[in-house]
């Protein structure tokens, strides 16, 4: 059983001051990790100094929000808008807020099936169409087909890559 | 039929399976692969000896190179660039991942392999693979070239279904030790 | 003073990967950059805690072509923390060696790219000329060009025998050769060094409120190297980190070139180690762990950061990535702003981004 050493646990609204803190004193932001946990989420903050490293920890209750961290750290709104899409965390206070949209929405001309991942796949699958049928570019009100391009998909357990994140279930 | 215009038109098709100008697409993959393609028109593969260039600009490009395995945003970009290319033109699907996924099959964000956006021509197996298999596809693609897409459909010529496959050689098959 | 907003990219030639950036330009200078990413996301991390320790190395080592050594090196090591195992000194040499080499083959890789984005077609193909020469190297001890899977969790799978010593040792020469040949068209060249100075300048300061990590840190005089820290064989084989005051493109230029000859020598010293060292190369693993554990290392493009949380399954709960690129993305933020329209390909490329890493 291995835990982190120099891990101090901070309440979220905590959280500001002890960053201060740190910032003050020259440490270096090198990231933050996001773990859902027990309906929420747990947050590591990691800082370094001279070869040193130094954390803080902090647990966000479901429905709850941690604080942008911001104002200490400018570089730090890419880590948070990754928590806030890939683990659904809300970080309030963001500078650039990318809203969910940093990595996993799809944009393409018009004519392409918008939207969120998640809720695009379920309105194919819903209406009985596969992956292909997703990524047909309509021009001039016509849909303009890849042709017979279709490789068939080797056998493979049903909602293997379908699903949104997480639902797309484990190995066996 | 012989005469001016059919001996015109052979020599048109016979030309145009001469020096391919590729474009090469990353759709998502490690970044081995693209690396490998870019090593196979440097100094010791020389992929330009034969005429191959690699240009940026679709509109002039012949073969479109294709790694990694796809994701629902770089979809409507590879889209795009293939739309962009005039005919004739082959697509070569480079690695592992851009022919089903690879090592990434059924990650949350993959759609698994790029045949299901564009027409490939040419699977080049390997994770990733060497540069003169990659030469081997792009090779392999050229009689492709001769015809437009749907001429070559109208005539029963190759069709998109009639797809290569690299067969791995025997020194690449890799052999676990027994014990 | 008309403002205009242009996307550059997602395909465009002078990176191999996609990324686009939103640039506001006035006339020609650029007055604000917004990066869209999400072109290369695969879900890596999601896809790691779906596996088991031992199947997610492949997994992470085609997180990144180039570094998949480092990706490799770093997980193994959360993974020996959490299982509280030490793996053997031969072992540690070996992942030295073969780690130090990447350094080399990204460096070199970087350098053509750098020769191409300023129209410097020579150097370019020079560069990946000698990076054959590497990548030989790579094939001779490991059996393959780029992703080599070397790394096992508690050691490594590998092993350099020493009756294949002196055929390293003479590509290792033949990869001297080959730098010291291309030596004066990096440093001695003016052509180089007018096109570069002075580009995507990053004052110190800047680059510590920042956090960047790597040669990019180094080059602007903070002199951070995680190989101190003395992970796999760096307890025995220090290294100085190679700092530059510039922090321009030049300065950058210069660290990665003095850091290729400090990889060749760190790649004899360990090899010299490993002649009849006798020993394991692995220690064993169990499968299911408890515990968090985080792991760091010094990848060509800088700091690599993993941490790995696991709650007594077969495979981890969490394993997150950070990437050197991911830190050094800010960089480009800050540094375009002022940049001119032409110098924004040259001033992106020199910190070596690489965003299969970034976005995983
Ligand atoms: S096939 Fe392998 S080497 Fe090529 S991009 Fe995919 S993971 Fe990387």
Not at chain 1, 25 to 40: K, M, Q
Not at chain 1, 144 to 166: F, I, K, L, M, W
Not at chain 3, 61 to 78: D, K, M, P
Not at chain 3, 295 to 300: G, Q
Request: charged content about 20%; proline content about 8%; aromatic content about 6%.
């Amino acid at each position: 059983m291995s835990r982190l050493p120099d891990c101090t646990t901070v309440s979220p609204e905590g959280l500001l001051d002890a960053v201060g803190a740190l910032r003050h004193d020259d440490w270096r932001l090198v990231t933050a990790s996001c773990v859902p946990h027990r309906a929420g989420w747990m947050v590591l903050y990691h800082f370094e100094r001279g070869e040193r490293l130094q954390h803080l920890r902090i647990e966000v209750p479901a429905g709850g929000s941690a604080p942008s961290i911001g104002a200490h750290y400018g570089a730090a709104f890419l880590v948070e808008n990754e928590m806030a899409e890939l683990q659904g965390l809300p970080v309030s206070g963001l500078a650039i807020d990318y809203r969910g949209r940093l990595y996993r929405d799809f944009d393409g001309p018009e004519g392409w099936v918008h939207g969120p991942r998640g809720e695009a796949i379920s309105a194919l699958e819903a209406a009985g169409l596969t992956r292909l049928d997703a990524c047909v570019p309509v021009v001039d009100g016509r849909e303009v087909r890849a042709g017979t391009t279709r490789v068939p998909e080797p056998p493979e357990p049903s909602t293997n890559g379908h699903g949104a994140a997480g639902e797309a279930g484990g190995r066996p | 039929m012989r005469g001016p215009r059919a001996l015109w038109q052979a020599w048109v098709r016979r030309s145009r399976t001469k020096s391919p100008w590729i474009v090469h697409f990353d759709c998502g993959g490690c970044n081995g692969c693209d690396i490998e393609i870019l090593d196979t028109l440097m100094p010791r593969f020389s992929a330009e000896r034969f005429g191959v260039i690699n240009v940026g600009d679709p509109r002039q490009g012949d073969i479109l190179l294709v790694t990694g395995p796809a994701n629902l945003r770089n979809a409507a970009v590879l889209r795009s660039v293939y739309d962009q290319m005039a005919e004739p033109k082959a697509v070569v699907a480079v690695g592992s991942c851009a022919a089903h996924g690879g090592v990434f099959r059924g990650a949350p964000n993959i759609l698994g392999g790029v045949g299901e956006l564009v027409p490939v021509d040419v699977f080049v197996p390997g994770c990733p693979p060497t540069p003169e298999r990659i030469l081997e596809g792009v090779i392999a693609a050229l009689p492709l070239l001769a015809e437009p897409r749907t001429a070559r459909q109208a005539t029963g010529g190759p069709s998109p279904m009639s797809i290569v496959m690299l067969e791995p050689r025997e020194e690449e098959v890799v052999r676990v030790p027994a014990s | 003073m008309t403002r205009t907003v242009v996307p550059f990219g997602p395909q465009h030639p002078v990176l191999a990967e996609p990324i686009q950036l939103e640039l506001t330009l006035e006339d020609e200078v650029v007055v604000d950059a917004i990066p869209g990413l999400g072109y290369v996301h695969r879900g890596i991390e999601a896809e790691a805690e779906r596996r088991p320790y031992d199947e997610d190395l492949p997994l992470l080592e085609r997180v990144c072509g180039i570094c998949s050594v480092a990706h490799a090196v770093a997980y193994a090591q959360a993974v020996e923390v959490l299982a509280g195992v030490e793996i053997p000194r031969r072992a540690r040499l070996l992942r030295t060696f073969w780690f130090e080499l990447t350094r080399v083959h990204s460096h070199l890789l970087w350098l053509g790219l750098a020769g191409d984005a300023i129209g410097f077609e020579a150097l370019f193909q020079s560069c990946w000329r000698v990076r054959e020469d590497v990548l030989d190297l790579f094939t001779a001890t490991a059996g393959n060009r780029v992703i080599i899977g070397v790394t096992a969790l508690g050691g490594c799978r590998r092993d350099i025998p020493d009756t294949l010593q002196p055929t390293i040792r003479a590509g290792l020469d033949a990869v001297e050769r080959g730098l010291a040949g291309i030596a004066p068209f990096v440093l001695g060249s003016e052509a180089v060094a007018r096109r570069l100075a002075g580009v995507g300048v990053i004052p110190r300061n800047v680059a510590l409120d920042l956090g960047l990590v790597g040669p990019t840190a180094r080059a602007s005089g903070v002199a951070m190297d995680v190989r101190r820290s003395g992970y796999a064989a760096h307890d025995e084989l220090p290294v100085e980190p190679v700092v530059e005051t510039g922090g321009d493109a030049l300065a950058r230029t210069v660290v990665r070139w003095r850091e290729i000859g400090e990889s060749m020598r760190l790649c004899r010293e360990a090899l010299d180690r490993l002649h009849r060292l006798p020993g394991p190369l692995a220690t064993r693993v169990p499968p299911v762990l408890h515990g968090e554990a985080i792991s760091r290392v010094e990848a060509p493009r800088g700091e690599l950061f993993y941490y790995v949380l696991a709650d007594g399954e077969p495979h981890p709960t969490r394993v997150r990535v950070r990437t050197p690129t991911f830190a050094n993305l800010a960089a480009v933020l800050s540094m375009l702003p002022g940049t001119q329209m032409a110098n924004v390909p040259v001033a992106l490329l020199s910190i070596d981004p690489c965003l299969s890493c970034t976005e995983r």
